[in-house]
C-alpha cells in the first residue's frame, strides 16, 4: 500500500511570497498524484494532477507541482501568494492499479496580507 | 448538475444511537467512497465501492457499515455512535480510478 507524507503542517506567509509544499510518497510502483486544496469550511478541491508525460503540471490558481520520480516527490509550488490563498493544502497518491487514493496529513497555508 | 450531495450537513448524536449518512452523485461515477477527517490527521478511507451491489473496506472501518444498492447513492451507517466517531464526513466519487475524486460538501458529526 503507498503511503504519503507532507513534510510541514502549518505554513504561514505573507502575500506575494512564494510559496513550496512538499510532498513524498512511498510506493515503487506507477502512480497517479495529486493537489487538492480546502478552503475554510468547504470541500476538497482538486487543484492539479499528474498521470504521465511532462513532470511540471500547471493546475488552477497559478500553482503548479513538479513530479520527480527519482525523489518519489511531488511538491506544490506558487511564485507568489495572496490572501485568498489561505487553506489546507492535500497531497494524494494513487498507485494505478488500486482503487484507493492515499492522502498526506495536510499543510494548512496561512498568508497574512 | 449538482455533483456529490451529502446530507445531513450537521448533526449531534448521543453515544449509542445510531444514524445514516447519505451520499448522492449524478455524474454516473462507478467508484465511491467515504472518508472522515480529523485535525492532523488528513483524510482516512473509511469504506469504499467499485460499483453498484460492492463494497469494502478502507482504513477505519471498525464502527461503519455501507451499502450501494444503486449505482448513485452509497450510505455510511453507524449502528452505535461513539464519541471516537466525533468528525467530519466528506464522500467522495469518480469515475475510473484513474481519475480525480469529486468531493462532497462534508457532514460535520458530534456524538456526545
Known amino acids: 500500500a503507498q503511503s504519503v507524507s507532507q513534510h510541514n503542517h502549518h505554513v504561514i506567509l505573507s502575500e506575494a511570497a512564494s510559496l513550496e509544499l512538499g510532498c513524498n510518497y512511498s510506493?515503487?510502483?506507477?502512480?497517479?498524484l495529486f493537489w487538492y486544496v480546502q478552503y475554510p469550511g468547504q470541500h476538497l478541491q482538486l487543484l492539479l494532477k499528474?498521470?504521465?508525460?511532462?513532470?511540471l503540471v500547471k493546475g488552477i490558481k497559478g500553482f503548479e507541482a513538479e513530479f520527480i520520480k527519482s525523489k518519489f516527490s511531488f511538491n506544490l509550488r506558487k511564485p507568489s501568494v495572496q490572501w485568498s490563498d489561505t487553506a489546507e493544502y492535500f497531497c494524494a497518491v494513487n498507485a494505478t492499479n488500486d482503487y484507493k487514493l492515499s492522502f498526506g496529513a495536510g499543510t494548512t497555508v496561512t498568508v497574512r496580507a | 448538475n449538482a455533483g456529490v450531495t451529502q446530507t445531513p450537513k450537521f448533526r449531534v448524536l448521543k453515544t449509542g444511537q445510531s444514524m445514516t449518512l447519505l451520499c448522492a452523485q449524478d455524474m454516473n461515477h462507478e467508484y465511491m467512497y467515504w472518508y472522515r477527517q480529523d485535525p492532523g490527521m488528513g483524510l482516512r478511507l473509511i469504506h469504499y465501492?467499485?460499483?453498484?451491489?460492492?463494497?469494502a473496506k478502507g482504513e477505519v472501518p471498525d464502527g461503519y457499515n455501507v451499502s450501494r444498492l444503486k449505482k448513485q447513492n452509497f450510505l455510511l451507517g453507524l449502528e452505535s455512535a461513539a464519541p471516537s466517531q466525533t468528525s467530519v464526513y466528506f464522500c467522495?466519487?469518480?469515475?475510473?480510478?484513474?481519475?480525480?475524486?469529486?468531493f462532497g460538501d462534508g457532514t460535520r458529526l458530534s456524538i456526545l
Open positions: 465501492s467499485v460499483g453498484e451491489g460492492t463494497t
Open positions: 467522495a466519487s469518480r469515475r475510473h480510478r484513474d481519475q480525480p475524486q469529486h
Open positions: 499528474y498521470f504521465s508525460g511532462d513532470p
Open positions: 510506493y515503487g510502483g506507477t502512480v497517479n
